[in-house]
C-alpha cells in the first residue's frame, strides 16, 4: 500500500491550454475524491465518486472541468481552456468501507500563466 | 460552509501539550467531530474522530464538552513536525457527505 499517488506534482501551462490529473487511490478503496484548495485556504470539495459512479459535484465545478473514474480504479481531472483562476492545488484523496477517514495524496500543484 | 469555529493561529513551545480548540455549536446529534492536519506541501492527514465520548489515540487526544458543541484535540507533547494547519471538521455519521474544511488553527511548536 503506497497511499493516493497524483501526478503530475506540478504543472505549469498558459491560459487556454487544458489540462489533465491523474490520481491512483489506495486500492480497494471504493470512494474517491477531488478537492481544490489555494493559499491561505482549506482545501475545497469538488467532486466524489463510488467506484465508477459520479455521486456530487460542488457548484465550484464548472462546465469547464470534468472528472472521470473509469472502471472504478484511478481517476482523471480534465480543466478545458485554463483560466488564471484555476491557480490551485488539486487535492485527491480515496477512502474504503465505512468512509470515515480519507487519505489524501500530495496534490498537483497547477499554475496557470 | 464550514460548522466549525477555529482560531487562525495558536504558537506552543516543543515538548509541552498543545491545546485545540474547535466551536461547533450547531451540530446535530447524529454528527461526528473530525480533525485532519497538513503539514506544509502535503495533502490533509487524518487524526482522530470522536462522536460524544473522548476519544484517544497514538496521535492525539479528542476532548468533546457534554453538550458537543465545543471540543480540544490535545497533543500531549508537541515536536516541531507537529507545525502544521489543523481543521476540526464536522461530518454526518453515514459518511455520504464530503469533509467539508475550513480554514484551520495553523499551529506554530516553537523550539
Known amino acids: 500500500d503506497t497511499g493516493v499517488s497524483q501526478n503530475p506534482r506540478h504543472k505549469i501551462t498558459k491560459r487556454g491550454q487544458n489540462v489533465t490529473f491523474r490520481c491512483d487511490p489506495i486500492?480497494?478503496?471504493?470512494?474517491l475524491y477531488w478537492y481544490r484548495q489555494t493559499l491561505g485556504q482549506g482545501p475545497e470539495f469538488l467532486t466524489y465518486?463510488?467506484?465508477?459512479?459520479?455521486?456530487?459535484k460542488s457548484r465550484l465545478l464548472s462546465d469547464r472541468f470534468s472528472a472521470e473514474r473509469p472502471k472504478g480504479s484511478f481517476s482523471t481531472l480534465e480543466i478545458q481552456r485554463t483560466e488564471q483562476g484555476d491557480s490551485a492545488m488539486y487535492l485527491c484523496?480515496?477512502?474504503?468501507?465505512?468512509?470515515?477517514?480519507?487519505?489524501f495524496g500530495s496534490g498537483t500543484q497547477l499554475s496557470v500563466l | 460552509d464550514a460548522k466549525t469555529t477555529q482560531p487562525p493561529s495558536m504558537d506552543c513551545a516543543e515538548g509541552r501539550a498543545a491545546n485545540l480548540p474547535c466551536n461547533h455549536s450547531?451540530?446535530?446529534?447524529?454528527?461526528?467531530v473530525y480533525w485532519y492536519r497538513q503539514i506544509h506541501s502535503q495533502g490533509p492527514q487524518y487524526i482522530i474522530h470522536?462522536?460524544?465520548n473522548n476519544e484517544t489515540n497514538e496521535m492525539a487526544s479528542l476532548i468533546i464538552t457534554e453538550d458537543r458543541k465545543s471540543s480540544t484535540l490535545i497533543l500531549p507533547h508537541a515536536t516541531l513536525r507537529d507545525t502544521a494547519v489543523y481543521y476540526c471538521?464536522?461530518?454526518?455519521?453515514?459518511?455520504?457527505?464530503?469533509?467539508?474544511f475550513g480554514k484551520g488553527t495553523r499551529l506554530s511548536v516553537i523550539a
Open positions: 465518486f463510488q467506484n465508477e459512479a459520479q455521486l456530487e
Open positions: 486500492s480497494e478503496h471504493n470512494r
Open positions: 484523496a480515496s477512502s474504503g468501507r465505512g468512509n470515515e477517514k480519507l487519505f
Open positions: 450547531t451540530i446535530s446529534g447524529n454528527e461526528y
Open positions: 470522536g462522536l460524544k
Open positions: 471538521i464536522v461530518r454526518g455519521s453515514s459518511g455520504n457527505t464530503p469533509l467539508v
